[in-house]
């Protein structure tokens, strides 16, 4: 089975075929903060990067080609952060605990009797 949550440092260490230009990229913005793929099935193309700082978000973000096969989602910690917290789920302190939140499953909602009236 493959791990829902994988991070940069671990796909680094197995794909030692990446283009060097593009490994630096992805080292360089490991300095930055930690960076995580997770496997979410209700997004397009299903890869979300969490990434730890709004700048390494946006440099993702520029590097991000429209043209490849991957569709992609790419959020800060933040953003993460503001999102969870608007679905009322607790705010994650690290890109770990925010993939662990966001692969969750749904709350159980119950229906009351008198919703709805």
């Not at 705010?91 to 009236?117: H, I, K, M, W």
Request: hydrophobic share 45%; net charge negative; with cysteine.
């Amino acid at each position: 089975m493959t791990p829902s949550i994988v991070s940069l440092q671990e796909l680094l260490k197995h794909h030692r075929a990446l283009p060097p230009r593009r490994r630096a990229f992805y080292e360089a913005l490991l300095t930055h903060g930690e960076v995580v793929a997770v496997k979410v099935k209700y997004l397009p193309g299903s890869l979300l990067w969490l990434v730890t700082t709004p700048m390494q978000a946006r440099l993702m973000r520029e590097l991000h080609n429209p043209d490849a096969d991957v569709e992609a989602t790419i959020l800060s910690l933040q953003e993460a952060r503001d999102l969870l917290t608007i679905v009322g789920d607790a705010e994650p302190a690290t890109v770990y605990e925010a993939a662990a939140c966001l692969l969750a499953p749904p709350p159980v909602v119950s229906q009351s009797s008198d919703e709805g009236a």
